[in-house]
């Protein structure tokens, strides 16, 4: 396995999961927001959810960037529909989800990320939940989340 994409909706902990995995595995994190085209993250900014269209590229990128990985690559990425994980297909998978209370209340903590909390209904709205896919609920603490991710892929 050379890429693993840590999936779910604003507020689920993609990252902060998706680092401290890479942290102890010796992987390397990329943060899929961070290859949005500036239209995507205007888009986002201003409370206006992506469509199909807008995100296609972005998939793209990220499933050129899974293809040429040459170590493990962990990538956060929301991932919410099938159709972006048929692109996306070479890499593994972990669903990270929780209540939309708590996805909520994470998301307005946060001061530093330009998805405002206004877009998380649309992202639950539009998340297809993967079917044979390894899913933790966000209820346990990160290392717990990433030992059991370890455990699961013999990391």
């Given at each position: 396995?050379?890429?693993?994409i840590v999936m779910?909706v ?7 999961v998706?680092q401290?995995?890479?942290s102890e ?13 500036p ?5 986002m900014?201003?409370g ?5 269209q ?7 990128t990220?499933?050129r ?5 040459d170590?493990l ?13 048929r ?16 996805l ?7 001061t530093?990320h ?12 539009a998340?297809e ?9 966000i209820?346990?603490p990160p ?13």
């Amino acid at each position: 396995m050379k890429a693993i994409i840590v999936m779910g909706v604003s507020g689920s902990g993609k990252t902060t999961v998706g680092q401290l995995l890479a942290s102890e595995t010796g992987g390397t994190f990329l943060d899929g927001d961070n290859f949005h085209p500036p239209e995507n993250v205007a888009k986002m900014s201003s409370g206006t959810p992506l469509t199909d269209q807008d995100r296609q590229g972005w998939l793209e990128t990220l499933a050129r960037i899974v293809h040429e990985a040459d170590s493990l690559t962990i990538i956060a990425c929301s991932a919410l529909k099938a159709s972006y994980r048929r692109i996306l297909a070479e890499a593994e998978f972990v669903f990270l989800t929780g209540s939309a209370d708590l996805l909520a209340e994470r998301i307005n903590q946060r001061t530093d990320h330009y998805m405002p909390p206004g877009l998380l209904q649309s992202q639950l709205e539009a998340l297809e939940v993967p079917e044979n896919t390894f899913t933790l609920d966000i209820k346990k603490p990160p290392r717990e989340l990433v030992s059991g991710i370890r455990h699961h892929f013999g990391l």
